[in-house]
């Protein structure tokens, strides 16, 4: 049962104030009726509030023990994380200059491919234009030498027609 608040005078505030002798003698009364009772509900919130700081205080360190082991394990995927991170940056940045070295080595063997196959086409254009020369030179002598023989032929059988004709002074005769 709650105590009641007393006011200056000893009285409750239920009451008029009674006269001295009796607002003492009201007090011994209540405190033989209610005080046994009243001491042991004040004893019993005493070792409630006692065990609730006890219990609060243990649940503060479970709470506090168990924060810092999920600190500890988050701290250590992230650190798990972040190696794991750098290590396939590590690895993607040595494929990257494999790969560039590799296009670098490919692109000089190409212009050394070019370099050759534009040497071969200048010396084979070179080999073509002396060939088409050879040929050219050589029909132009060929053709010259066949005009010099139509040429004599021409001028063998026009002097074998003037030897076999009849000379007009001879015809006349």
Same mark, same amino acid.
């Given at each position: 049962m709650a105590k009641q608040a007393k006011t200056k005078d000893g009285n409750n505030g239920d009451n008029p104030a009674p006269s001295g002798a009796s607002g003492e003698s009201l007090d011994q009364v209540r405190d033989i009726l209610f005080g046994a009772q009243s001491r042991e509900t004040d004893r019993k919130l005493?070792?409630?509030?006692?065990?609730? /700081?006890?219990?609060?205080?243990?649940?503060? /360190?479970?709470?506090?023990?168990?924060?810092?082991?999920?600190?500890?394990?988050?701290?250590?995927?992230?650190?798990s994380l972040i190696d794991s991170i750098k290590s396939e940056n590590t690895e993607r940045t040595n494929a990257i200059k494999d790969v560039t070295r590799q296009l670098n080595e490919a692109i000089k063997d190409l212009e050394q491919r070019i370099s050759e196959l534009d040497q071969r086409s200048t010396t084979a254009d070179r080999e073509l234009r002396e060939q088409l020369l050879n040929q050219s030179k050589t029909l132009r002598d060929e053709l010259d030498e066949a005009k010099a023989q139509q040429t004599a032929a021409?001028?063998?059988?026009?002097?074998?027609?003037? /030897?076999?004709?009849? /000379?007009?002074?001879?015809?006349?005769?």
């Open positions: 005493a070792n409630l509030e006692t065990r609730l /700081d006890q219990d609060n205080a243990a649940l503060r /360190d479970e709470m506090k023990k168990r924060l810092d082991s999920l600190e500890e394990f988050i701290k250590g995927e992230v650190k021409r001028d063998k059988a026009v002097a074998q027609l003037q /030897d076999a004709k009849t /000379d007009r002074i001879a015809l006349a005769d």
